[in-house]
């Protein structure tokens, strides 16, 4: 059974840091990501990153957020420093298998920074 299991949400003030985890198990994973929900919005990708190291940043996001990965653990971190409000949202994790193909979901874990 695949499970996705995040960690790391919470309220910060605008300019402060908090670390996502993301640990997947039952399933050997080549791209974890993160997306972020707001409501009345098409869900976003934020960061992404492969079995390889190789990343991807959304552009509101680059040089403040940071996605890392131990594929040991099968896990992903995000570490976002200097939140601002507009970075409030439900963030959650995705885990894609190349082959054969299969892509899962976190539950998602809230993040709210205040002004």
């Known amino acids: 059974q695949v499970q996705l299991v995040e960690s790391g949400g919470g309220v910060v003030q605008d300019g402060g840091s908090l670390r996502l985890s993301c640990a997947a198990s039952g399933i050997s994973i080549n791209v974890m990501g993160w997306y972020r929900q707001v409501p009345g919005k098409q869900r976003e990708l934020v960061a992404r990153?492969?079995?390889?190291?190789?990343?991807m940043y959304e552009d509101s996001v680059k040089g403040r957020f940071t996605i890392s990965r131990d594929n040991a653990k099968n896990t992903v971190y995000l570490q976002m420093n200097s939140l601002k409000p507009e970075d409030t949202a439900v963030y959650v994790c995705?885990?894609?298998?190349?082959?054969?193909?299969?892509?899962?979901w976190g539950q998602g874990t809230q993040v709210t920074v205040s002004s």
């Open positions: 995705k885990a894609e298998r190349v082959w054969p193909p299969a892509t899962y």
């Open positions: 990153i492969t079995s390889g190291g190789s990343t």
